[in-house]
Antibody, heavy 113, light 112 residues
Framework: QVQLKETGPGLVQPTQTLSITCTVS????????MQWVRQTPGKGLEWMGFIRSGGSTEYNSEFKSRLSISRDTSKNQVFLKMNSLKTEDTGVYYC???????WGQGVMVTVSS | DVVMTQTPVSLSVAIGQPASISCKSSQSLVGTSGKTYLNWLLQRPGQSPKRLIY???KLDSGIPDRFSGSGSETDFTLKISRVEADDLGVYYCLQGTHFPHTFGAGTKLELK
């Protein structure tokens, strides 16, 4: 069955880079878009961006040049990297498939020194 | 960005009674394909969001037909014909027509 699972560092210091991996099973990354969404106390649910089945990406301009989404299809993994972290980036980060039909459990990220 | 305005913010409903949530967008959600990418999600306490409805009115697999979605252009509604205990949580509308995709602020459904 379709499964998605995010893994990440938990705690990141301000100004540092966040790296989260979404590992999927039950489907192929070459057939589906993969989305990234976060949920923060300040802004609620925010769409961050996606990587298409063909590998091209689309980002929310809110995150300007801080965000990068990539993947390794051989490992069934999608990656989120975001630099210059601020305390306001504290929240739960989710990967979701396609038009949000399946979601991972989320990973809590705290930005603090 | 498209602003998604949900009302009410919270809703207290007795088991077996109906519930209705409104979502209004700041611009039409009809895409160039003619499709309207409006979704409804439910986030139960301590869980990740789960999609209930896509393309305004299509129920996801396994979602009971007590749920229904309707609307067009900028005005959308989620209805629950008879609320059950498992329906409690926060409901969100999400538009996927325009970039960036945007969410409503949520409607918390509680038991009366």
């Amino acid at each position: 069955q379709v499964q998605l699972k995010e893994t990440g560092p938990g705690l990141v210091q301000p100004t540092q880079t966040l790296s989260i991996t979404c590992t999927v099973s039950g489907f192929s990354l070459t057939s589906y878009y993969m989305q990234w969404v976060r949920q923060t106390p300040g802004k609620g649910l925010e769409w961050m961006g996606f990587i298409r089945s063909g590998g091209s990406t689309e980002y929310n301009s809110e995150f300007k040049s801080r965000l990068s989404i990539s993947r390794d299809t051989s490992k069934n993994q999608v990656f989120l990297k975001m630099n210059s972290l601020k305390t306001e980036d504290t929240g739960v980060y989710y990967c979701a498939r396609n038009y949000f039909d399946y979601w991972g459990q989320g990973v809590m990220v705290t930005v603090s020194s | 960005d498209v602003v998604m305005t949900q009302t009410p913010v919270s809703l207290s409903v007795a088991i077996g009674q109906p519930a209705s949530i409104s979502c209004k967008s700041s611009q039409s959600l009809v895409g160039t394909s003619g499709k309207t990418y409006l979704n409804w999600l439910l986030q139960r306490p301590g869980q990740s969001p789960k999609r209930l409805i896509y393309l305004v009115s299509k129920l996801d697999s396994g979602i009971p037909d007590r749920f229904s979605g309707s609307g067009s252009e900028t005005d959308f509604t989620l209805k629950i014909s008879r609320v059950e205990a498992d329906d409690l949580g926060v409901y969100y509308c999400l538009q996927g027509t325009h970039f960036p995709h945007t969410f409503g602020a949520g409607t918390k459904l509680e038991l009366k």
